[in-house]
């Protein structure tokens, strides 16, 4: 049984990550380690339940953290975070097709029929903000699969995972 737990907490990370990608923007004349402490906007409307938006700040807390980040009522900048979900186009197709001709004429039907599900993603937006000074000066955007039915632990999994990528290229051309 124990075995079992390991293999499909590993499986379920592995699935996790590897679904993740991420762009990355930024201001190329911003200072980055003028900032260290930082806060979220009051009035964010992240798009999701309110249990995942505390499961995605949670992360996003520890990880920021992770990079000698603090959270302050006084913050250095604000971060505000939108996301969004929309189904991927279906790819999968049978296609059936008939036929015929001749004699100068010809004609022909084809039906294509998706096989499978569509997929559904997730796309969230990560924006760092300095309203005293530049305005937006760094913004990733991540997309990844979205399971409505995950469990809980496999929405916290999924969430680190994405904190995780996301804060992987924050600071840019870190010299740490």
Not at 50 to 76: F, I, M, T, V, Y
Request: glycine share 10%; hydrophobic share 40%.
């Amino acid at each position: 049984m124990k075995k079992i737990l390991i293999i499909s907490s590993i499986c379920l990370f592995v699935l996790s990550c590897a679904s993740v990608r991420v762009n990355y923007d930024y201001e190329k004349t911003t200072d980055f380690n003028a900032y260290t402490t930082y806060n979220y906007y009051g009035t964010m409307d992240m798009g999701m339940s309110e249990l995942d938006s505390a499961r995605l700040l949670d992360a996003l807390d520890l990880g920021l953290q992770a990079k000698g980040l603090s959270l302050s009522d006084a913050p250095d900048f604000l971060i505000n975070i939108k996301s969004s979900e929309f189904q991927e186009s279906q790819r999968n197709n049978v296609g059936v097709g008939v036929g015929g001709g001749g004699g100068s004429v010809g004609g022909g039907i084809s039906i294509g029929i998706p096989v499978g599900q569509a997929k559904i993603n997730r796309e969230i937006v990560f924006e760092f903000v300095d309203e005293n000074k530049s305005g937006l000066f760094w913004q990733a955007i991540s997309e990844s699969a979205y399971h409505p039915n995950a469990t809980p632990q496999a929405r916290e999994t999924q969430f680190k995972a994405i904190v995780a990528k996301v804060l992987a290229a924050y600071p840019p051309n870190s010299k740490k």
